[in-house]
């Protein structure tokens, strides 16, 4: 019997060593109404990219996660979209924190209408931190693909210039926000938004560059 549980053993060992891992992101289902899926085409076309120009081997098939769940550990990075409304319960909060102290990463796209409803919940995380908006010169801008000027324009929104702010903590980019920008719609199918062959692929490599910038920066 003890020699038998040696080769089970011995076979698990080899069949784990000999499977290929892979790391996962996903998108978040959180509450308040707004339409967290209003992309679904944006992280699988973003993960399709990066495994094929960046080497990457991230699972093609996205998660869904809730910000609640204890399953949002087993992601690399979470990304929130929407247009309306998003509202984090005090447990959700805290367990948004939890991930994000803890090595997480999130990546928030304004799809139009969702800044002032984020920057609302976002305080309930981290209640001592601003986003801070990141300069042109930083490195998330400057990983693969250059981005001298900082973050494109993907969408018109308001026609305001594009920003990337950030959340850090300890000194750790854990938090990037891509507003007047629209990088998970710039994602999406060309076809679902009508966006130009140049612009799909600049928000892709911006897309990869922050894949990039989390692999590289742990």
Not at 12 to 23: N, P
Not at 108 to 129: H, N, Q, T, W
Not at 179 to 202: A, F, I, M, R
Request: overall charge neutral; proline content about 7%.
């Amino acid at each position: 019997m003890r020699r038998f549980l040696w080769i089970m053993l011995i076979f698990l060992s080899l069949t784990l060593l000999a499977q290929k891992t892979s790391v996962r992101i996903a998108v978040m289902r959180y509450r308040g109404g707004g339409n967290w899926y209003v992309n679904p085409t944006a992280l699988p076309n973003l993960i399709k990219f990066c495994n094929q120009n960046l080497g990457t081997n991230i699972d093609p098939e996205p998660g869904t996660v809730d910000p609640g769940s204890p399953e949002i550990f087993g992601y690399a990075m979470v990304h929130i979209t929407g247009n309306g409304n998003i509202l984090f319960s005090e447990q959700e909060a805290e367990n948004l924190r939890n991930y994000l102290i803890s090595g997480g990463f999130l990546e928030i796209s304004d799809s139009y209408g969702l800044d002032k409803y984020i920057r609302r919940e976002m305080k309930k995380v981290f209640p001592d931190k601003e986003f801070v908006e990141l300069p042109p010169g930083h490195p998330i801008f400057h990983q693969k693909y250059d981005f001298p000027q900082g973050l494109p324009k993907i969408h018109r929104h308001d026609g305001k210039r594009p920003q990337g702010f950030g959340i850090f903590y300890n000194g750790r980019l854990v938090v990037f926000y891509d507003y007047e920008c629209d990088l998970g719609d710039g994602w999406c199918d060309p076809q679902v938004y009508n966006d130009s062959p140049h612009l799909h692929e600049l928000a892709l490599k911006m897309g990869a560059n922050i894949i990039s910038y989390i692999f590289t920066n742990p």
